[in-house]
């Protein structure tokens, strides 16, 4: 394994600023997640790393090396696709030795063995080796295709939504292994992905991307408690955070140049009313089993909050409103950092 | 608007039965959502209801009126596929008012008709717009639109959000919600998505292999499930079944697994010495060092306000859902608490719920 490093990366599809000055860095035995909606250059992004895409301008580093230049076949790169993409008239045994029996790698069939039998168990496939790999569920297809980046040793694993096209229960048990997998090799992974999901469980550090451009990168607690300007914010988060305009909440202390007050639904907290001067409307009660998400009206604005789903509220009823933990964010929707007194 | 009910509906393609003979009264103005796995014969029992199909056996009363053998077109009910299917060489007026010109209705009339269920929608502003020209949510309001404008006694909508993103598909949820308070139509909802009938119905029914396993409201079922499917199928981890070996008497407070004592809701049945499962869900556990079943962390996922933390126990994987601010390090040895008052038992081998003071049993509600 080895680290990744992007210095300045620019890529233009004719009009299209694909990507746009993105510096990225994936330590060595780092599992880093582009997180961002789809058009956001994330595939992009992966692409430049193999090499199937030439940069306009900057730099890619594999190990300290400049591989700005270099064909594909010699970065030393496994990547993994949404799509499952496996030889159909192999066998899943063939399909994870296909790699290793690439002319240009001559690895010994005793070896091969060795190491397609490592992966199978690692991946919980042991059993179905002789399978044709065409007779596998969804999950089973998707553990192979992982498994057949898993069994070279290469520099970095480059992952574009591998869990995607799975059913939710799969997903979530398939993050799990992923993630379990990435500790015990101790693989250096970058992974790309829409769902927030995946991002906070499985990342050592998070990338937020849109239009091309890294926002932030930090730890998924970084990136939520921390969060540098709104979109961020809103990015993480179900439901996600709730923005009031600043002209809405009189009387609250607020950097100066506040235009939008950030909360999120756990520190949105209601009560009686009690002499507090945010006033809100329930708006509905919606009950999802081991929390109630509870709609307000708040002045025109509409926020979510999250109760214990056996506390009696009604629609209709009037709530004090508190403000627990407010991020602030300016005009041009930067966060105003907060200075401790 | 209009009550619909259903009586020994039963469906039968050859050899294979679709449906097992469904009852269930929809009240006049209700969101009743149908939930369960692919093939649990969700689709088909709607299909009926609408009139596309017909029932090999039972009936369909719309309003207390027997509909079972009119065709479709004669039902007054308005059939919501796939929300997306709008004709793209119209604007949107004109596909909301489509239905009503191919009824026959005159131009006037037809316009305003179009502008109430705009105004309805909150789409007036997009009326002479271009679909193509429009955003997914706008398009899905639209759709909505041409369903609602011939004020049809039902809507049934069949996966209409499929297609559509977790995160997108959750904030369609809440305005269709929203919608259902503005117009109060009776609304028949299919899905296999947990979270889209919980969200949005006043009652879920819970479909599997062609029978209804549970009627109730989505807190009732979430608290009280009828069967393991039902606990498996509904929330996110789903509910962790903890396999073991027992009798029960009625009034007993406590369960032995596996030679420790945990305490349960008060039991009201008797069973004889046979395999049991102690249903716990993710929110109703605690580290606690003293606890009687252990384990070791097999991982733990940040989720912001709360962290899943999955712990692997010598009767299977079990997942937590505990305070994001707790530290938790992986292979750390761990003692798992549960909330007595909130589990749930039941029989493995029928897979039925044992009725104790949390469970009422299978009339219960």
Known sequence: ?341 | MAEIRVENLRKSFDQFTAVHGSNFTIPDGSFFAMLGPSGCGKTTTLRMIAGLELPTDGRVLLDGEDVTFRRAAARDIAFVFQLFALYPHMNVAGNIGFPLKCAGMGRADIRARVAETARLLRIEHLLSSKTSKLSGGDRQRVALGRAMVRRPKAFLMDEPLGALDAEFRHLMCSELRDLHDRIHATTIYVTHDQLEAMSMADTIAVMNGGRVEQIGAPQEIYDRPASLFVADFIGSPPMNFLKFEGGLKPGERAIDFHDASIAVPEIREARATGPLVLGVRPEHIRFSDAAPVKGRVFGAEYLGTTQIVTVDTPYGRVAARLPSSLHVGIGEAVGLNFRPERLALFDATSGAAIRTANFGGAGHG
């Open chain 1, 1 to 341: 394994m080895a680290d990744v490093g992007l210095h300045n990366i620019s890529k233009r599809f004719g009009a299209v600023e694909a990507v746009r000055d993105l510096s990225l860095s994936v330590n060595d035995g780092e599992f880093v997640v582009l997180l961002g909606p789809s058009g956001a250059g994330k595939t992009t992004t992966l692409r430049l790393i193999t090499g199937l895409e030439q940069p306009d301008a900057g730099t890619v580093l594999i190990d300290g090396r400049d591989v700005t230049r270099d064909p594909p076949g010699s970065r030393d790169i496994a990547f993994v696709f949404q799509q499952y993409s496996l030889y159909p008239h192999l066998s899943v045994y063939d399909n994870l030795a296909f790699p290793l029996r690439s002319p240009a790698r001559r690895v010994p069939e005793p070896q091969i063995r060795k190491r397609v039998e490592q992966t199978a168990e690692l991946l919980h496939i042991a059993s179905k080796l002789k399978n044709s790999a065409t007779r596998l569920s969804g999950g089973e297809m998707q553990r192979v295709a992982i498994g057949r980046a898993l069994v070279r040793d290469p520099a970095i694993y480059l992952m574009d939504e591998p869990l995607s096209s799975l059913d939710a229960k799969l997903r979530a048990e398939l993050r799990l292994e992923l993630k379990r997998i990435q500790i015990e090799l101790g693989a250096t992974i970058l992974y790309v992905t829409h769902d927030q999901v995946e991002a906070m469980t499985m990342a050592s550090r998070i990338g937020v991307i849109r239009d091309g451009q890294l926002l932030q990168l930090g730890s998924p607690r970084e990136i939520y408690e921390n969060p540098a300007d709104s979109y961020v914010a809103s990015r993480l988060g179900t439901p996600p955070i709730n923005f009031l305009p600043a002209r809405l909440v009189p009387d609250a202390a607020m950097p100066a140049g506040t235009e939008t007050i950030g909360i999120r639904t756990e520190h949105l907290e209601i009560g009686k009313r009690n002499g507090g001067s945010l006033i809100g409307r329930i708006h509905r009660v919606e009950h999802l089993g081991e929390q109630n998400h509870v709609h307000l009206a708040y002045k025109g604005e509409m926020l979510v909050t999250l109760a214990d789903p056996h506390q009696m509220l009604d629609a209709g009823e009037e709530v004090e409103l508190h403000l627990n933990h407010p991020l602030y964010f300016d005009a041009a929707g930067r966060r105003i950092p907060v200075t401790m007194q």
